[in-house]
Nanobody
């Protein structure tokens, strides 16, 4: 059974940093591209970042230069390093394993002004 579990969210002041983690179990992690999405209250879920199986990365304009996505295939884990956080980054953050069409339950990130 495929499972994705996010962690690392929390409350942080504006300008602070957090690192989110997402662990995949039940499938071969190295075969899948991985995405991070987020959903703020009252808004649609939006794409944040992607890392391919080859390590290529892409980012939404709103986070480019502040967020870094990475992966560790030995740990079946993808990370989202978030710096210079803004109140507008407040959302539930979800990871997505593209090949398996699987989603985690999300982790809450709250950035206070």
């Amino acid at each position: 059974q495929v499972q994705l579990v996010e962690s690392g969210g929390g409350l942080v002041q504006a300008g602070g940093s957090l690192r989110l983690s997402c662990v995949l179990s039940g499938r071969i992690f190295s075969l899948t591209n991985m995405n991070w999405y987020r959903q703020a209250p009252g808004k649609q879920r939006e794409w944040v970042a992607t890392i391919t199986v080859g390590g290529g990365t892409s980012y939404a304009d709103s986070v480019k230069g502040r967020f870094t996505i990475s992966r560790d295939n030995a740990k079946n884990t993808t990370y989202l390093q978030m710096t210079s956080l803004k109140p507008g980054d407040t959302a539930v953050y979800y990871c997505n394993a593209v090949l398996y069409d699987s989603w985690g339950r999300g982790t809450q990130v709250t950035v206070s002004a």
